[in-house]
T-cell receptor, first 114, second 110 residues
């Protein structure tokens, strides 16, 4: 395991549910990311937070709502999802301003939308 | 748009053999990184090569970068069963944004 933790590891939800994914990094980084990984598709960047400000919102539907209360925590709030949103959601962190943007990933949350 | 594209999509070799994976990209980069992902898990950073470097080694890994051809290769020597995983290249153009390819699924047969 890396210094990035994600909870829950598995989540099954109905389309009308509201749930949240949590990510915590213990590496002292100041940038955090949400990615979506679907079968047979490249890793899709969803959101980037740098110094607790959102700097990237990659045309993600509004049913996904990120929150970054501090540099160590990142949430992804989910509501009225669709079955095609089923995927592995990965959180990552890095040190913003560093020349080399090496990212450290959490183990992911496997989301299934029924 | 997708920046890195790996080739082949899947590779199966015998333990002890070398594995070579390739990555092509379209625009200029600051650096290129390789990551490994075990099934259903997060990605793990393997190695980074800067745009002004041509080759880099780390243990059994060797990465090359040809900026004129916009391509990179990852060589794993003396493969082991534990090397079975998916391998992704990621291009860094700055602004804290990495763009990942679709990955090569590597299987090492005992």
């Amino acid at each position: 395991e890396t210094g990035v933790t994600q909870t829950p590891r598995h989540l099954v939800m109905g389309m009308t549910n509201k749930k949240s994914l949590k990510c915590e990094q213990h590496l002292g980084h100041n940038a955090m990311y949400w990615y979506k990984q679907s079968a047979k598709k490249p890793l899709e960047l969803m959101f980037v937070y740098s110094l607790e400000e959102r700097v990237e919102n990659n045309s993600v539907p509004s049913r996904f709502s990120p929150e970054c209360p501090n540099s160590s925590h990142l949430f992804l709030h989910l509501h009225t999802l669709q079955p095609e949103d089923s995927a592995l959601y990965l959180c990552a962190s890095s040190q913003a301003g560093h020349s080399y943007n090496e990212q450290f990933f959490g183990p992911g949350t496997r989301l299934t939308v029924l | 748009s997708q920046q890195g594209e790996e080739d082949p999509q899947a590779l199966s070799i015998q333990e002890g053999e070398n594995a070579t994976m390739n990555c092509s990209y379209k625009t200029s980069i600051n650096n290129l990184q390789w990551y490994r992902q075990n099934s259903g898990r997060g990605l793990v950073h393997l190695i980074l090569i800067r745009s002004n470097e041509r080759e880099k080694h780390s243990g059994r890994l060797r990465v090359t970068l040809d900026t004129s051809k916009k391509s990179s290769s990852l060589l794993i020597t003396a493969s082991r069963a534990a090397d079975t995983a998916s391998y992704f290249c990621a291009t860094d153009k700055g602004a804290q944004k990495l763009v990942f390819g679709q990955g090569t699924r590597l299987t090492i047969n005992p």
